[in-house]
């Protein structure tokens, strides 16, 4: 099994930045990546940026030049930091974690980003 938790979420106002922790644990070897999602209200989750086992990343158009997706191996943890927020990023942000047994999901932080 495989345990992911996130932290970091919050209330802030447009133009702030936040940074999203994602510490997993159980069996997490053979990863092929990890990433962060989000649920916008009333929308579907989307995907904002992932990092996979060689360290490539990729981003939402969206997202794109404002946030960051790094992973600490050794501490076994995703981060997402996201610089000039807008309210449009509001929503909750889910991590995930690929490996050969299957995709796994935290159970999400909020973020709220007030105009």
């Known amino acids: 099994q495989v345990r992911l938790v996130e932290s970091g979420g919050g209330l802030v106002q447009a133009g702030e930045s936040l940074r999203l922790s994602c510490v997993a644990s159980?069996?997490?070897?053979?990863?092929?990546?990890m990433g962060w999602y989000r649920q916008p209200p009333g929308k579907q989750r989307e995907l904002v940026a992932t990092v996979n086992k060689g360290g490539r990343t990729t981003y939402a158009d969206s997202v794109k030049g404002r946030f960051g997706i790094s992973r600490d191996a050794t501490q076994n943890t995703l981060y997402l930091q996201m610089n000039n927020l807008k309210p449009e990023d509001t929503g909750v942000y889910y991590c995930?974690?690929?490996?050969?047994?299957?995709?796994?999901w935290g159970q999400g932080t909020q973020v709220t980003v007030s105009s």
């Open positions: 159980g069996d997490i070897f053979a990863i092929n990546s």
């Open positions: 995930t974690l690929n490996r050969v047994s299957g995709n796994y």
